[in-house]
């Protein structure tokens, strides 16, 4: 096994296939957020601190936070990077009752970085799960209403569900707020609408 495909392993569902290449090659923060994925928290949170990077400190405090261990606020840039990202990965590596305390502390995460609904309705969507998508959306909605990203992830959440007039609706109301927006206007032509 080399690198690549151990970091496909982690990040699709298989942090077991690629714990023993991390830890055997010194890649100490692949190795914890492997640990992660298996949910040995506690093991992972304690390599997360001693590494000296962005992203251990994120998980680190992600653990904390879930684990009621409060450690520091993580920050609006680790929120943007970061967040999506882990979300995906628990999800695909069957840590779905983290995701779920992840998901209690949605608003925790929004009042630092207001984007964070969308975040979460997007991740939920690209992994199949339409209503949790829709309720953060909504959300988001409150919040950021003039954005043309949060606007198109709607126009994606109606094709998932294959709602064709609310998603002709939904491209309108993107091209409302950003009438070159790109992914819209594709879609539009696509849809022949």
Known sequence: MDYIEAVNFLENGNAKKSIDFFKDNDYL????????MLGKFDEAKKIFGDIDSRRADWA????????NQ???????????SF????IDMLIKNRQIDFVQ??????????????????????VLLKNGYPDGCKFFLDKSKDVCY?????????VEYYLFINDIENTKKAIEKCLAVNSEYYPAKRIKVKLGV
């Open 29 to 36: 923060l692949e190795y914890a957020y492997s640990l992660f």
């Open 60 to 67: 680190k405090k992600i653990i904390s936070i879930v684990q």
């Open 70 to 80: 409060f450690v520091g606020y993580p920050t609006y840039f680790q929120i943007r």
């Open 83 to 86: 967040l999506e990202i882990d």
């Open 101 to 122: 305390q992840i998901l209690n502390y949605a608003n925790f995460f929004n009042q630092i970085n207001n984007e964070s609904y969308k975040f979460i309705g997007r």
């Open 146 to 154: 003039n954005d043309s990203e949060l606007q198109f992830l709607y």
